[in-house]
């Protein structure tokens, strides 16, 4: 094994295989979010032309004709609603992206009332969730009667019923349709709502609702896997609409741009544990080592980057890491022994590996590096804490070693 002197000038070096390690995998990130974000436009333009875009279903609305009231009609609200809708999650992939698509089955049973005391004709209009979404096994029955070629007009059923005084007629809404992202029910502008009651069945158990939606009145585990959701609005007013998110995605694209743009952060960590222990030990490394180093774990991303479309994502994280520990390794038990893979093979795993691997969870990453830096900076401490600083990148020379003795004259 060959020693190298830690020196101003060796550090300089090191610093240098640094900085251009780090601009290769800024590189490398740079071209993965423009290889992701180039298509994800046009791709999600082909799932929602394929399977469907967001589904937004609106609450339904009535009027009778009255001189009273604002341009000649008065609205009336639903008396009373029964809603039931089911979700089920099904996510599809498209290039480095997964999109949350899911199916969903509407059906909805409503009473149209007649407030006055005479018998009036009342209009109702019904609005579909989107107009570019496609609907099966779709009815639409009021008061009993079913229509059988619907007339749309900008996405809405109109259908006028002739109703008694202070009597009801029932609207039965029912569908199946195909979704991206989210599913919403909105209230629109009803100012109150009575008896009103919408469940929702879930397959997934991740929920979110979004923002500027109600939480729902009451929930239960399905034993299967997911939620029973209800809205129980009996008489509210200023009701909030309804929402479910579809859960998030791990997308390989974000991810993988994420790890490469980080990645430098845990080269450095990398690099201050081998300097740091090669002054305490004495075995210093030459700054083409390092540059093997650093070739060593860029592999690691430049694989992940290049497989993650081909496997799946977890997979190829840990093929290539695996690859990479196993560069890193094998190459410094051959430069140093094994008292230097001892110390570099821990270190890469911790900063590499699993810095690496918090950015496949929301929210760890930076709570990951912090404590990485705090665990390497007090085990640093430690090991260094009784070493002669003034000593380390002085030679020999200076050090004023005395030559060793001249031979006496006889």
């Not at 604002?70 to 809603?83: F, K, L, N, Q």
């Not at 109702?124 to 496609?134: E, G, K, T």
């Not at 009801?168 to 909105?186: C, E, I, M």
């Not at 430690?382 to 002085?394: G, H, I, L, Q, Y």
Request: net charge negative; aromatic share 14%; hydrophobic share 45%.
């Amino acid at each position: 094994m060959h020693t190298h002197k830690l020196t101003v000038l060796s550090l300089l070096a090191v610093g240098f295989v640094y900085i251009c390690t780090a601009v290769a995998w800024f590189i490398l990130g740079g071209a993965l979010t423009h290889r992701s974000m180039d298509r994800s436009g046009e791709f999600t333009h082909e799932v929602m032309k394929g399977w469907g875009p967001e589904l937004r279903q609106v609450h339904p609305i009535a009027w009778y004709d009255s001189p009273a009231g604002a341009s000649g009609r008065s609205e009336v609200s639903p008396s009373a609603s029964d809603i039931d809708v089911k979700l089920g999650y099904e996510p599809k992939r498209k290039g480095l992206f997964w999109y949350r698509t899911y199916n969903t089955e509407f059906e909805a049973y409503y009473e149209i009332p007649n407030p006055t005391p005479i018998e009036q004709t009342v209009y109702v209009a019904f609005s579909l969730p989107s107009q570019d979404a496609s609907f099966n096994a779709f009815t639409f029955e009021l008061d009993g009667a079913g229509v059988d070629e619907p007339v749309l007009h900008d996405g809405t059923i109109t259908q006028a019923v002739v109703i008694p005084a202070h009597g009801s007629a029932p609207l039965k809404v029912t569908y199946h349709a195909r979704g991206l992202n989210r599913w919403d029910y909105s209230l629109g502008n009803a100012d109150r709502v009575q008896n009103f009651m919408l469940t929702m069945q879930s397959d997934f158990e991740e929920i979110n609702f979004p923002s500027g939606t109600g939480s729902p009145t009451d929930r239960s585990v399905i034993t299967e896997g997911g939620w029973d959701l209800t809205w129980d609005y009996p008489d509210v007013i200023g009701a909030q609409s309804i929402g479910m998110d579809m859960p998030k995605v791990l997308n390989p694209g974000p991810v993988a741009s994420r790890i490469s743009f980080f990645a430098p952060v845990s080269l450095l960590f990398f690099f201050a544990v081998l300097l740091i222990f090669g002054a305490v030990t004495g075995v210093n490394l030459h700054p083409m080592n390092y540059f093997f180093l650093a070739a060593g774990c860029f592999a690691f991303q430049l694989l992940f980057a290049y497989t993650v479309d081909l496997m799946p994502i977890h997979l190829c994280f840990f093929l290539s890491a695996g690859v990479s520990l196993a560069l890193v390794s094998g190459y410094l038990h051959a430069v140093g022994g094994r008292q230097l893979t001892r110390i570099a093979l821990p270190a890469q795993f911790a900063y590499m590996v699993l810095f690496s691997y918090s950015f496949f969870f929301d929210g760890l990453s930076g709570v990951t590096i912090a404590v990485g830096a705090v665990a390497t900076l007090a085990v640093l401490m430690v090991a260094t804490a009784k070493m002669d600083w003034s000593e380390v990148f002085v030679s020999r020379k200076r050090r004023g070693e005395s030559p060793p003795p001249m031979p006496s004259k006889v």
